[in-house]
């Protein structure tokens, strides 16, 4: 039983297309995120949901929207893709937002805009 | 705002060597911290974690204490093994500042030869 899955795993594209990635959670789990992990491993938040509420809105271009249709799926939408959205997109969940709580990662989705 | 500094790499080591990943943080509040590994083309899965000072947390032969006068959780372990090789990461997590959004170290990649 996958916890947290993700949909494509590879999306290769090219500039100024709009796609979509999704994600889905299996676990209850209240509060759902995306990151951005680049060529050199490096994570970097991009959105939080609480029971569909946006938390976390980092500082990201607002070609990229999420959208939370239930506390169970959060799906990303890219607007416009230039290359330097070429990454790996991952999906995850936790418990609720409190610190205590760890997170759980999907398996990531390779984005490569061409 | 709260920050996560860990040991750079990569690290090469051989197989049954002893391990210690440096990690430092600052936060404002008291954070709860964990280790995650990212193995080859997956998604990042928690390791241990430790949400109150003097805590060890301790899973498959690796262990971290949250040390609050010095501001780290140092990863070790006493004998590594060629599966062991991954990134890993250091996180800390502050729902007092930061709406439970996860502050990630830029990522530590270890290499384990035979």
């Not at chain 1, 760890?102 to 989705?109: A, I, N, S, V």
């Not at chain 2, 947390?57 to 501001?71: D, H, L, M, V």
Request: proline share 4%; charged share 20%; hydrophobic share 30%.
């Amino acid at each position: 039983d996958t916890a947290v899955s993700q949909t494509p795993k590879y999306l290769v594209t090219q500039m100024g297309n709009d796609k979509s990635i999704k994600c889905e959670q299996n676990l209850g789990h209240d509060t759902m995120y995306w990151y951005k992990q680049d060529s050199k491993k490096f994570l970097k938040i991009m959105f939080s949901y609480n029971n569909k509420e946006l938390i976390i809105n980092e500082t990201v271009p607002n070609r990229f929207s999420p959208k939370s249709p239930d506390k169970a799926h959060l799906n990303l939408h890219i607007n416009s893709l230039e290359l330097g959205d070429s990454a790996v997109y991952f999906c995850a969940s936790s418990q609720d937002s409190r610190d205590s709580y760890e997170q759980y990662f999907g398996p990531g989705t390779r984005l490569t805009v061409t | 705002g709260d920050s996560v500094t860990q040991m750079e790499g990569p690290v090469t080591l051989s197989e049954e060597a002893f391990l210690t990943i440096n990690c430092t943080y600052t936060a404002t509040g008291y954070p709860s911290l964990f280790w995650y590994v990212q193995y080859p083309g997956e998604g990042l899965q928690l390791l241990l974690k430790a949400t109150k000072a003097d805590d060890k947390g301790s899973n498959k032969g690796f262990e971290a204490t949250y040390r609050k006068e010095t501001t780290s959780f140092h990863l070790e372990k006493g004998s590594v093994q060629v599966s062991d090789s991954a990134v890993y990461f250091c996180a800390l997590s502050d729902e007092n500042t930061n709406a439970g959004k996860s502050t990630f170290g830029d990522g530590t990649t270890l290499t384990v030869k035979p």
